[in-house]
Structure formats: structure tokens, C-alpha cells
């Protein structure tokens, strides 16, 4: 008997077969995870951009005008959500750019409703809680609203447009609100495919702190933990 996730978190899963999409919602429903179904990428998207992103993405790969692959690159350009693809292609070219590029994890259809729990779970256990709220716009304190879907943040009432890169580096701080992320963290999430050095993570937070802090010289969102990595702080 499957047991209940302890506290709820929220799973989105995109595929254009409505069958798959009831079978998945109905075994994660089970365990007690939170479950929105999309039948395209499209619709994938419309869902974040209304209500936050979720705790972890259970995408298909061949879809209609959006692929699986497709969906995945544009919610990593402004979220480090992670991906389980689950997919009927099984050629070793696809499942090694979708766990390489894309996604935590790759189950072949057809697939064992206990066996997607085990990993769901496993894949969860690997990210931290997400310390605030998953709305469109999470609300950092009363100076500093995000929305991460839009690239953009509302500093002390203007609105401050976000790069990718930026909003995705926020986003794993954010997500991480209070606890140190390392910086070989970052670098392997930020830029996966990429051997990227520790001086280029530090121009987007000096970017980036010049975007949210009052002060950027004294940052109170942003911290750096000296050679560890960074924690994000809010004033609440």
C-alpha cells in the first residue's frame, strides 16, 4: 500500500495522451501528491503562468507543436523545476539528452504505477522544500514580489525585467530560502551542459543583486557564504 506524502506538494504533468494523463493523476493522487494534467506544452505553460510553478514536471516527449524537450528548455530558462520524462522513446540517443539535458530522471512507457512513485519520491527527496509559497507571484516580503514564469520582479512597487539566467539563479536561491546552495550547485544546474567557472556565476549576482537589493554593496537578500556558495535571506 502506497503511502501518503507528508506534506502536499504539487505535480504537473504534460502529455497528449489523455489515458497516460488519467492514470498518472490517479496513482499520484493516491499518494498524496497534488496533481494539475496538461494535454500539450502549451497548456503546460498557460498552467505555471497561472498558478506557480510545481514542485517537480512529469513531461512526454513527442507532442504537437511543443516536444516534451521543447517544454523542459523553456521552464529551465526561468525555474530549476525537476523533470521525470515519461515517454514510449527508448532509443539511447533520447534518454541520454533527456537525462543529461533535461530531466532528473526517464521512464519508458508502459510503465509501473509503483515503480513512478519510487521514483517521484526519490527525485523530491533530492530538492529541498520550497520555503515559500508556489503562487504566480511569490512574495519574497513587502518590498520584493517575483514572478518567475515572467522573468520579472517588483521592487518596491517598479517592475524589474529578469534574464533567464538571473531568474533561474533566483529561483534555486529562492528555492533553497535560508540554507546555503554551493556553488558547484549552481554551476551544474545554472549551466548543465556547460564548464562554466565560478567568476561567471558571480557576474549574475552582482547582477543580479543590482536589480533587488537597495544596497547592493550590503546585500540582505542575496548573502555569500565564502568559499561555499550563497544562501537567499527575506526580511519577514
Known amino acids: ?8 506538494q504539487r505535480v504537473l504533468v504534460v ?32 498552467l505555471i503562468n497561472r498558478y506557480g510553478l510545481p514542485h517537480l514536471a512529469i513531461v512526454d516527449l513527442h507532442m504537437p507543436e511543443m516536444s516534451g524537450f521543447e517544454f523542459c528548455r523553456t521552464i529551465h530558462e526561468f525555474s530549476d523545476v525537476p523533470v521525470i520524462m515519461l515517454t ?17 530522471d526517464y521512464m519508458v512507457k508502459p510503465f509501473n504505477p509503483p ?25 519574497i516580503d513587502e518590498r520584493l514580489l517575483i514572478n518567475f514564469p515572467l522573468r520579472e520582479a517588483t521592487v518596491e512597487g517598479e517592475l524589474v525585467s529578469l534574464t533567464p539566467t538571473e531568474t533561474k539563479l533566483l529561483y534555486i536561491l529562492v528555492r533553497n530560502g535560508g540554507r546555503i546552495v554551493t556553488t558547484e550547485f549552481l554551476l551544474n544546474r545554472i549551466w548543465p551542459m556547460q564548464d562554466a567557472k565560478e567568476d561567471r556565476l558571480h557576474v549574475h549576482v552582482h547582477r543580479l543583486r543590482g536589480k533587488i537589493e537597495q544596497d547592493p554593496n550590503s546585500p540582505v537578500y542575496i548573502l555569500a557564504e565564502r568559499g561555499v556558495g550563497y544562501s537567499f535571506q527575506s526580511q519577514l
Not at 500500500?1 to 502536499?8: A, F, I, K, Y
Not at 515503480?115 to 503562487?135: F, G, H, K, Q, S
Request: glycine share 4%.
Open 88 to 104: 514510449a522513446a527508448n532509443t539511447e540517443e533520447t534518454i541520454v539528452e533527456g537525462l543529461e539535458e533535461h530531466a532528473e
Open 15 to 46: 502529455d497528449d495522451n489523455t489515458y497516460t494523463l488519467r492514470i498518472v493523476q490517479h496513482t499520484l493522487e493516491q499518494a498524496g501528491y497534488e496533481v494539475s494534467t496538461a494535454i500539450s506544452g502549451a497548456e503546460g505553460l498557460k
Open 115 to 139: 515503480e513512478l512513485i519510487a521514483r517521484v519520491r526519490r527525485v523530491l527527496a533530492r530538492m529541498e522544500n520550497y520555503t515559500y509559497t508556489l503562487e504566480s507571484t511569490t512574495r
Open 1 to 8: 500500500m502506497l503511502e501518503s506524502v507528508p506534506e502536499t
